[in-house]
């Protein structure tokens, strides 16, 4: 999403872009993703906010729980209390519904922008131009390369080395359930996260709530496998929370049985640095964010903004970059570090109102409160 947010903004400046990706339908995976009101800023920048707006869910409340008595452990005002206090709505949004705007925006202009199936093998840095290097096809130059490619990037292991990424412990499971299926109540515009020991159970409405997006987290794992088409058994997931609510195992009752997912969730410590004179990263290639925050998408928009003005405002690539840089860092290097944090909180054996004390505030304040700076127009 934040390589595409790049795009989409760096066309509208006039810019020549290409965008390589390696899956060949990389808008086909079926799940949710929160646009908190510092990333909505960015779309709306980008002129594409009414847009986003016909294609969310707007939670007016977010509900932790404690995920086995069922009790109500914090609450997280959004609606319009997030908007009257920072000029727009929390979202709550189909993945493919964001990438499809993104994609659509760009090829309206330029058709030849977006390139699928090709998988990035490395790049090699000139003084005046990089060379980005693919596993089976053709070699690609560029004057400036930002590498967008996610947590096992390869242009991030290009430019510090490959070190390994880091297990976490946990297995992740995804599905989208109609919301036909379920009874009354699970359309409530709520975000939902019921916790206990080395688990939690985020669910939330979609798509005008015809959908309910869940996802679900348990620690103690030792399976290791990565991406979004690893299928899952739904017993494997009623197992995990065997013991948690009735509201749970309603929503667990419903998953279907062909459209459970599952992947590891893999982490990395911050870096220090993100770029060189031609090269930068961007999005969870630069600071791979834990899920508990859900402020993954939202930090590579406010990555893509910053990028994007930079380019604008430096006619050298290396001042641009280092400038990027600059007004990046030091804010997602700290987000990566809360969402581990709260990855922490949502795994507490013995959950409890005061560990959530300080999240209210944090959100409204320092997380939501960013601002992109004035992106340019051609």
């Given at each position: ?266 982490d990395r410590d911050p870096l220090s640095r993100w770029h060189t004179p031609r090269v930068a990263l961007l999005g969870d290639a630069a600071h791979p964010m834990l899920p508990f ?86």
């Amino acid at each position: 999403m934040g390589g595409l947010t790049a795009a989409c903004g760096l066309l509208r400046a006039g810019h020549r872009v290409r965008v390589f990706e390696q899956s060949p339908d990389p808008g086909e995976f079926g799940a949710g993703l929160s646009i908190a009101p510092n990333a909505a800023a960015v779309l709306e920048q980008l002129g594409l906010r009414d847009r986003i707006l016909g294609l969310s869910n707007l939670p007016q409340e977010g509900r932790v729980h404690d995920g086995r008595s069922g009790e109500l452990l914090s609450t997280t005002p959004y609606g319009e209390a997030v908007r009257e206090h920072f000029g727009d709505y929390y979202y709550q949004t189909p993945r493919s519904a964001l990438y499809d705007l993104l994609a659509e925006t760009i090829r309206a202009m330029d058709p030849d922008c977006i390139h699928t199936g090709h998988r990035v093998a490395g790049y090699t840095e000139h003084r005046d131009y990089v060379t980005l290097h693919f596993d089976e096809q053709p070699d690609q130059q560029a004057e400036v390369l930002i590498g967008a490619d996610g947590l096992r990037s390869a242009i991030r292991g290009s430019m510090v080395g490959e070190v390994p990424a880091r297990f976490t412990r946990y297995i992740a499971w995804r599905a989208l359930i109609p919301m036909a299926d379920l009874p009354e109540g699970y359309q409530a515009p709520c975000s939902n996260v019921w916790i206990g020991p080395q688990r939690n159970f985020v669910f939330y409405p979609l798509a005008d709530n015809t959908l309910l997006n869940c996802a679900m987290f348990a620690g103690d794992s030792d399976w290791t496998e990565e991406g979004w088409r690893q299928r899952a058994e739904v017993a494997e997931i009623r197992e995990a929370y065997r013991d948690f609510h009735p509201t749970v195992q309603t929503v667990i009752d419903a998953l279907p049985a062909d459209g459970c997912y599952k992947w590891a969730l893999f982490d990395r410590d911050p870096l220090s640095r993100w770029h060189t004179p031609r090269v930068a990263l961007l999005g969870d290639a630069a600071h791979p964010m834990l899920p508990f925050l859900g402020q993954g998408a939202s930090m590579a928009l406010e990555d893509a903004a910053e990028l994007i003005y930079a380019l604008d405002q430096h006619a050298d690539p290396g001042e641009a970059l280092s400038a990027y840089q600059a007004a990046r860092l030091e804010r997602a290097n700290w987000v990566l570090m809360e969402s581990r944090a709260a990855g922490e909180r949502f795994a507490s054996p013995n959950p409890s109102a005061s560990l959530f004390s300080n999240d209210q505030a944090m959100q409204t304040g320092k997380l939501f409160g960013w601002r992109p700076p004035t992106l340019a127009k051609a």
